[in-house]
């Protein structure tokens, strides 16, 4: 009976000792996470937005140069447009007013401006109000967006695109925000948005507003909100394909006429000339925000 106790023993214990030897060679349980989990806030209470950047036009004449550049050139814009953008022909600022102009010359060619704010005014993370009254005419097509500055996840789409406010004039006053990554774009027809319509979108200003946090966009017009970008809906671990928005961005203002889109109904052919208005852009940011570490278990 003793020798028996004593073999169950030593049998038990060289159980443990090859259970234990395996459990050291199993690779630990690695638990992945998104890039984006852990940002801890309360959007709805960020009380400490500054002013970091802005263009109130106040001033006569050309565009502030310190403030914008302008990308120029003819050739579709991937989009199959039809404007050539210049640089000091089609925006000026007058009576405190921006104007963005699209003019089609007695050859039928367009000439348009497509403003922007890379390297002069780049952000990542903020908000960002642009005040503004749209063109009209069907084979118009303004915005109001963002593109990355320095491209780091790659090119287009890769790298991400944020659209504030873009119409488009067969489907007059109804505004559309959305965004592009490498899973959600337009090419592939998967890019997310929302729309709303706005009766007075090109009799009179309104706000068009975007709200950019370390996991999420808001779209607003005049302090309403009708549309929000959170990738955690869509997918369990938001990836770099799905969310590109950690890299800073400049703000982008332009007219184009025709393509894809702007022309999915023709363009009028009576059109010779739109323009969009501008009453300020405003930028902000809070320190709340930029100085968010994730929190992570």
Same mark, same amino acid.
């Given at each position: 009976?003793?020798?028996?106790?004593?073999? /169950?023993?030593?049998?038990?214990?060289?159980?443990?000792?090859?259970?234990?030897?395996?459990?050291?060679?199993?690779?630990?349980?690695?638990?992945?996470?998104?890039?984006?989990? !852990?940002?801890?806030?309360?959007?709805?209470?960020?009380?400490?937005?500054?002013?970091?950047?802005?263009?109130?036009?106040?001033?006569?004449?050309?565009?502030?140069?310190?403030?914008?550049?302008?990308?120029?050139?003819?050739?579709?814009? !991937?989009?199959?447009?039809?404007? +050539?953008?210049?640089?000091?022909?089609?925006?000026?600022? $007058?009576? !405190?007013?921006? &104007?963005?102009?699209?003019?089609?010359?007695? $050859?039928?060619s367009w000439t348009?401006?497509?403003?922007?704010?890379? +390297?002069?005014?780049?952000?990542?993370?903020?908000?960002?109000?642009?005040?503004?009254?749209?063109?009209?005419?069907?084979?118009?097509?303004?915005?109001?967006?963002?593109?990355? &500055?320095?491209?780091?996840?790659?090119?287009?789409?890769?790298?991400?695109?944020?659209?504030?406010?873009?119409?488009?004039?067969?489907?007059?006053?109804?505004?559309?925000?959305?965004?592009?990554?490498?899973?959600? +774009?337009?090419?592939?027809?998967?890019?997310?948005?929302?729309?709303?319509?706005?009766?007075?979108?090109?009799?009179?200003?309104? &706000?068009?507003?975007?709200?950019?946090?370390?996991?999420?966009?808001?779209?607003?017009?005049?302090?309403?909100?009708?549309? &929000?970008?959170?990738?955690?809906?869509?997918?369990?671990?938001?990836k770099n394909r799905?969310?590109?928005?950690?890299?800073?961005?400049?703000? /982008?203002?332009?007219?184009?006429?025709?393509?894809?889109?702007?022309?999915?109904?023709?363009?009028?052919?009576?059109?010779?000339?739109? $323009?969009?208005?501008?009453?300020?852009?405003?930028?902000?940011?809070?320190?709340?925000?930029?100085? /968010?570490?994730?929190?992570?278990?």
């Amino acid at each position: 009976m003793k020798k028996t106790v004593i073999a /169950l023993c030593v049998l038990l214990f060289t159980s443990l000792l090859i259970a234990c030897d395996k459990k050291e060679d199993e690779p630990p349980i690695v638990v992945e996470r998104s890039k984006i989990e !852990g940002y801890i806030y309360d959007k709805e209470n960020i009380t400490d937005y500054a002013l970091v950047w802005s263009d109130e036009f106040d001033y006569e004449g050309l565009p502030d140069d310190d403030k914008w550049g302008y990308d120029v050139g003819g050739h579709g814009w !991937g989009n199959n447009e039809l404007q +050539n953008y210049t640089s000091d022909q089609n925006a000026f600022v $007058k009576d !405190g007013i921006l &104007t963005i102009e699209a003019i089609k010359d007695e $050859k039928g060619s367009w000439t348009s401006a497509r403003m922007v704010t890379r +390297n002069k005014g780049d952000w990542k993370w903020g908000k960002i109000e642009v005040r503004a009254k749209l063109p009209t005419g069907r084979g118009t097509w303004p915005a109001i967006w963002m593109l990355p &500055t320095d491209w780091q996840y790659g090119s287009w789409p890769n790298s991400g695109e944020i659209d504030i406010m873009e119409h488009v004039g067969y489907d007059q006053n109804r505004i559309h925000a959305s965004i592009h990554t490498q899973a959600y +774009n337009h090419k592939i027809g998967t890019q997310k948005g929302g729309s709303k319509v706005i009766p007075t979108a090109s009799e009179a200003f309104h &706000t068009y507003t975007v709200e950019w946090f370390p996991d999420l966009i808001i779209f607003s017009i005049d302090n309403e909100v009708y549309y &929000t970008y959170n990738p955690f809906n869509l997918v369990d671990i938001p990836k770099n394909r799905h969310w590109p928005f950690d890299r800073r961005f400049h703000l /982008l203002l332009n007219i184009a006429i025709g393509g894809d889109w702007g022309a999915a109904q023709g363009i009028d052919p009576e059109l010779n000339y739109a $323009k969009m208005e501008i009453d300020f852009v405003r930028v902000y940011q809070s320190p709340t925000i930029q100085n /968010l570490v994730r929190e992570i278990d």
